[in-house]
């Protein structure tokens, strides 16, 4: 029998382009000695928050807590947290909290007035074009945070997003060079692998009477490259991704190279190929086409790297049958 052969030939394919927020303002009658808590600082609109008291004179424990919401009561017994749920974007919930201990009468107030405020991470990282999703946070790379606020006061009314003062917090420390009105948006280093990084924001009307704010954390992903057929007619074939081995069925076959969540601070990531342990091909792209007559098989190997630290490979076993060709290379 005569062995099969492959070659390697290179074409260009042309891949298809492709929270929370509140306002409180504290009015304490007669000298109230305890402290409301609210959790979160910055509840979303339709959620809930959390009341937690402190005292330091007042004995709590001994002590009766009522807690109304808009003159309506919704919890009286023990200084344990109590829940209340919250309305939309800008609307106003005044809540009042009694507290009875040791035959003193105490009384605090705090309005909690929700707003619309979310984190949306862009990682600068590679992806498919047409990709329905987005890359993950690249190793040694960046990520663009764009701060998404709807800020509205009472009456429903929305604040122009360009006319807000965007404050930035990354790892607990105030980014002042970032932060500013109309500064929605930072980038922000990915986190050393295995490390998380924390990113918040505080939204702020100009009036300083309605706040937002929204927090994300950063957990960076090792980058990955997978490999799709190609068909002339349908192009990449992006359904499905080939994994262990591949079977060459006509004279020729074409396979694209994805390379997901590389960073493109330096540039996009470059490709390489290997047939056999030896190099053929650079690029996203490759044709593969037996040679002469009888059944074959052989290895191919896909590395794909940006900079001196994001890697990734991809392997495949390749059979291939009876295919005749009068060239051993070409297109």
Same mark, same amino acid.
């Given at each position: ?177 970032? $932060? &500013?009105?109309?500064? #929605? !948006?930072?980038?922000?280093? %990915? ?6 990084? /924390?990113? @918040? ?104 790297? $940006? &900079?001196?630290?994001? #890697? !990734?490979?991809?392997?495949? %076993? ?6 005749? /060709?009068? @060239?051993?290379?070409?297109?």
């Amino acid at each position: 029998m005569r062995f099969g052969f492959l070659t390697v030939c290179a074409i260009a394919l042309l891949a298809p382009m492709a929270a929370s927020a509140q306002t409180i303002g504290d009015t304490t009658s007669g000298g109230a000695p305890f402290t409301i808590s609210i959790s979160p600082q910055y509840p979303a609109p339709g959620s809930q928050a959390t009341l937690s008291f402190l005292s330091s004179t007042l004995n709590l424990a001994n002590a009766t807590v009522s807690v109304s919401v808009g003159g309506k009561q919704i919890y009286t017994g023990s200084a344990r947290p109590v829940v209340i749920p919250l309305g939309k974007t800008g609307s106003v919930s005044s809540v009042d909290v009694d507290v009875s201990s040791a035959g003193g009468q105490y009384r605090q107030s705090v309005v909690i007035q929700p707003q619309d405020v979310s984190l949306i991470t862009e990682p600068v990282a590679s992806a498919p074009m047409l990709y329905p999703g987005k890359p993950l946070v690249p190793l040694n790379g960046d990520v663009r945070i764009v701060a998404v606020a709807s800020l509205k006061d009472a009456g429903g009314k929305t604040l122009d997003p360009a006319t807000l003062s965007y404050s930035w917090t990354v790892d607990g420390l105030h980014i002042a060079d970032s $932060s &500013g009105i109309g500064k #929605e !948006a930072i980038m922000v280093a %990915s986190p050393l692998q295995y490390r998380e990084r /924390s990113i @918040s924001v505080v939204v702020e009307s100009p009036a300083g009477n309605l706040t937002g704010g929204d927090t994300v954390s950063l957990t960076a992903a090792d980058p990955s490259v997978r490999v799709y057929a190609t068909d002339p007619l349908l192009g990449i074939l992006y359904d499905h991704a080939l994994t262990g081995t591949y079977a060459i069925a006509g004279t020729e076959a074409g396979l694209y190279a994805a390379p997901f969540s590389f960073p493109l601070t330096g540039g996009g990531p470059a490709v390489q190929w290997f047939l056999n342990g030896s190099p053929a091909q650079s690029g996203g792209t490759i044709t593969l086409r037996p040679t002469g007559s009888g059944q074959g098989s052989a290895s191919l190997t896909l590395t794909a790297t $940006s &900079g001196t630290s994001a #890697e !990734a490979t991809a392997n495949l %076993s390749l059979s291939f049958g009876t295919a005749q /060709s009068t @060239s051993f290379f070409g297109l």
